[in-house]
T-cell receptor, first 113, second 111 residues
Framework: DAGITQSPRYKITETGRQVTLMCHQTWSHSYMFWYRQDLGHGLRLIYYSAAADITDKGEVPDGYVVSRSKTENFPLTLESATRSQTSVYFCASSQISGMKTQYFGPGTRLLVL | TQLLEQSPQFLSIQEGENLTVYCNSS?????LQWYRQEPGEGPVLLVT?????EVKKLKRLTFQFGDARKDSSLHITAAQPGDTGLYLCAGADTNAGKSTFGDGTTLTVKP
């Protein structure tokens, strides 16, 4: 029962570099989500996807790119990392958006120097 | 953008005390969820409330959804150190296909 996994768990990068965070779920859930969590801001939605090849912007999408070529994978790319993107990133999946449980991964802690 | 306000932001109590955490919004939600998050981990669902006025109990935790489906509360009876964590509420907007999270209440229960 692998569930939902994220990699890497920790990442240090420099300003201007491209970084890709990976998310993989084994449940064939339709919906997948990317959030960032900063102190005092709870969880803020970056992007979400209702199915393969369908993605939508969330609350804070600027500076991020997503793709969903396969149902089980939902990578998040920071095209040119900035210090303000230092955060903890959580991926989640759900069988049906809204009404059903969102299952969260363990998070990726990203530090941009 | 639908906003959810949680209060208090921080709460520190002694073991055995009761507490209530609030989640308020000016928007109506089709359902509302409460999650608990421990340090270094992702949030884990505690409960989903769907019907206005609904009350759900989970051992020492009581969840209530407001009649107008704009607010919710979480009451913990006889808190224990194991209840320590970040409690997050999330309102579901089924039409938009996503949920909005509050900023959370950080609860510390001292033995």
């Amino acid at each position: 029962d692998a569930g939902i996994t994220q990699s890497p768990r920790y990442k240090i990068t420099e300003t201007g570099r491209q970084v890709t965070l990976m998310c993989h779920q084994t449940w064939s859930h339709s919906y997948m989500f990317w959030y960032r969590q900063d102190l005092g801001h709870g969880l803020r939605l970056i992007y979400y996807s209702a199915a393969a090849d369908i993605t939508d912007k969330g609350e804070v999408p600027d500076g991020y790119v997503v793709s969903r070529s396969k149902t089980e994978n939902f990578p998040l790319t920071l095209e040119s990392a900035t210090r303000s993107q230092t955060s903890v990133y959580f991926c989640a999946s759900s069988q049906i958006s809204g009404m059903k449980t969102q299952y969260f991964g363990p998070g990726t802690r990203l530090l941009v120097l | 953008t639908q906003l959810l306000e949680q209060s208090p932001q921080f709460l520190s109590i002694q073991e055995g005390e009761n507490l209530t955490v609030y989640c308020n919004s000016s928007s109506v939600f089709s359902s509302l969820q409460w999650y608990r998050q421990e340090p270094g981990e992702g949030p884990v669902l505690l409960v989903t409330v769907v019907t206005g006025g609904e009350v759900k109990k989970l051992k020492r935790l009581t969840f209530q959804f407001g009649d107008a489906r704009k607010d919710s509360s979480l009451h913990i009876t006889a808190a224990q150190p194991g209840d320590t964590g970040l409690y997050l509420c999330a309102g579901a907007d089924t039409n938009a296909g996503k949920s909005t999270f509050g900023d959370g209440t950080t609860l510390t229960v001292k033995p």
